[in-house]
Structure formats: C-alpha cells, structure tokens
C-alpha cells in the first residue's frame, strides 16, 4: 500500500472524456477480449509480430490470465509466445 504524507495527496482525481470512460474494459474476459481485439487489428493492419507487455501488482493472478489470453488467442487464430522477464 502507498503511504501519503497527508490525506490531500492521497487523492488521485484523474479528469477523463466520454471517449476514454466508454473504453474502460471491466473484467477478466473483457479485458482479455478487447487485447486480442487489438492485437489482431493489427495484425491485419500488416504488423508482422505484435508485441504486447503487461505489468502487475501484488496479488495478480498470472497463471489464469496467461491462460486466458493463450486462449483468446488461439481462437483467434493468432500465434501467441510468453516471455517471463522477472
């Protein structure tokens, strides 16, 4: 947990448009759904390789969301290779 100096900077009050609010993807599958979305866009678009990182914090259950985007990735047809860089 982060520690702040007092409650005023503790707040984090980010201003964003409805284009950005109507792009917020909430849950496991619709997150995983939308980065292969993404992902085979551009694909089509020509890219020939993709690359994709994630970032995490504590608590982050890896396993079931490398599962899930090896998933959604093969249904879509697209090659998919992980690489672990901790």
Known sequence: MPL??????AE???KINDEQINSVRIGKD???SE??????KRKSAGEKTVVTAL???YGVF???IISALKTGAENAGLNFEIRDIC
């Open 4 to 9: 702040y100096e007092c409650c005023k900077n």
């Open 12 to 14: 984090n009050r980010v």
């Open 30 to 32: 619709k997150v995983i």
């Open 35 to 40: 980065i292969v979305t993404e992902i085979r």
């Open 55 to 57: 970032d995490g914090w």
């Open 62 to 64: 890896w396993k079931e």
